[in-house]
Each structure stands twice: as structure tokens, then as C-alpha cells.
């Protein structure tokens, strides 16, 4: 869309520009003041330069009025990459977080649950004085 709009406006201007070249071929004298100097040229010469170096100015006052915007964006490219970067880092630790979760559910899958008799067998029991109550530590002196 905007190369035909851009194609809609520059084919006139330049057919405009042709024509006005064509029709104002008279010789213009022009005083160059600081240089003390005259030049005799025809005038659509002289119009066409002036008209392009307004364009080169004009492009290279907006050239350098955007310096900033283009650093800012620059800026915000280098943080989006290091935000790509740490997303992928953290998308693999969670890989293999979820890896080794799997790992575990199938090892608890595989290992027999503990019948309700086999915690007593593991139990050691202290010994006792028959009172029922526990030994006391001896003190290291």
C-alpha cells in the first residue's frame, strides 16, 4: 500500500518536474555574493539543484533528528535478545526439572509401599530397666 501511494506521488512530480524543465530553458545570471563571483546557467538547472539539495538537507536533518529513537531501539534489541536468552535457559532447567520429577514418580511407582507389620521390624529398641522408662547418657568427665 504505501509503494503505490509512494507511486502515485512521485510519478506526477516527476512528470511535473520533466515539463518544467523542458519550458524554462532561458539562461539565468546568478550572483554567487560571498564568493564575488557570476554564473550564467539555465533556470531549470538551477531550480533542480536548489530542489535537491533541499532534499539531501531535509534528509539529513531527519536522518540525525531519529539518533535517538534508533539507540533506543538498538537498546531494546539488545534487552529482547538477552530476555530470549534467559527464556531458553530457564525453558531447558525446567526440561530437566520435569525430567528428573518423572524420573522420581517412576521410582516411587516401582518401589514396594511398606506393609503396616514392617515398621516394627526396622525399630530398634533401647534397652530398658524394666521400668519402662529409658537409660539415662552417661556424661563424658
Known sequence: M??????????PAAVAVVI???NNKAP???DLWPFAMTVEMELYL????VLGVGVLLGGV???????RLRSELRKQSYN???ARRQLKSEQERAQQFEAELKVLRMQQLHTPAPQPGDDAKTIEHAPSDGTGQLPKPQSAA
Open 28 to 30: 539565468v545570471a546568478l
Open 20 to 22: 518544467f524543465a523542458l
Open 46 to 49: 538551477v531550480l533542480t539543484a
Open 61 to 67: 536533518a531527519s536522518w540525525a533528528g531519529a539518533g
Open 2 to 11: 504505501r509503494r503505490l501511494i509512494s507511486w502515485l506521488i512521485m510519478v
Open 80 to 82: 529482547g535478545e538477552v
